[in-house]
């Protein structure tokens, strides 16, 4: 089983909806919730970071998280074509640091 | 805050010849980095996690004696492709870790090698 576990999509929504994208992680002791952007041909972007369970909101982010399910989402409100991109979900367990494969999202004009 | 920077952005070398990529945290200290490997359309690979004035801690099947990996000071990791190969072509990544155990990546090298 791996750390993290991300759908791959691809994910298609068209401009204006709501994108969601989950994640799932196996150690039941990790701390720390980060989902990074990456644009094709560019490196990653930290988006948001969470660290307790409940919403946590940035613009047209909302990041979720759920330690009692082990699940992480991110929604994605109003979605915009340059929201178009993969998004990788990490965690944080101890020292270690885990990405999951990333979810590529398009958003439909 | 948290800028990471790469240097070279892009580099092409001939085979055989080594290469230096350089990671620098720009407006904070990093004890620990990171170096990424990606191939086109593939998931990040974990290359090695490089620690301040200590050696580096490479992942399985990383070859240490090709990836010289250096961390001399908190703001400055090196990365060393010796004798590189076609296969070595790719983008690397570096990224340095924050307070929280967060990661801030650098914008990448594209290494094309001949």
């Known amino acids: 089983q791996k750390e993290v576990e991300q759908n791959s999509g691809p994910l298609s929504v068209p401009e204006g909806a709501i994108a969601s994208l989950n994640c799932t992680y196996s150690?039941?002791?990790?701390?720390?919730f980060f989902w990074y952007r990456q644009y094709s041909g560019k490196s990653p972007e930290l988006i948001m970071s969470i660290y307790s369970n409940g919403d946590k909101e940035d613009g047209r982010f909302t990041a979720q998280l759920n330690k009692a399910s082990q699940y992480v989402s991110l929604l994605i409100r109003d979605s915009q074509p340059s929201d178009s991109a993969t998004y990788l979900c990490?965690?944080?367990?101890?020292?270690?640091?885990?990405f999951g494969t990333g979810t590529s999202l398009t958003v439909i004009p | 805050g948290a800028v990471v920077s790469q240097h070279p952005s892009r580099v092409i070398c001939k085979s055989g010849t080594s290469v230096k990529i350089e990671c620098r945290s720009l407006d904070f200290q990093a004890t620990t980095m990171f170096w990424y490997r990606q191939f086109p359309k593939q998931s990040l690979m974990l290359m090695a996690t490089s620690n301040e004035g200590s050696k580096a801690t490479y992942e399985q099947g990383v070859e240490k004696d090709k990836f010289l990996i250096n961390h001399a000071s908190l703001t400055l990791s090196t990365l060393t492709v010796t004798s590189a190969h076609p296969e070595d072509s790719s983008f690397y990544i570096c990224?340095?870790?924050?307070?929280?155990?967060?990661?801030?990546f650098g914008p990448g090298t594209r290494l094309t090698v001949t």
């Open positions: 990224s340095a870790r924050g307070q929280v155990y967060e990661q801030y």
């Open positions: 150690d039941r002791g990790s701390q720390s």
């Open positions: 990490a965690v944080n367990s101890g020292n270690q640091f885990y």
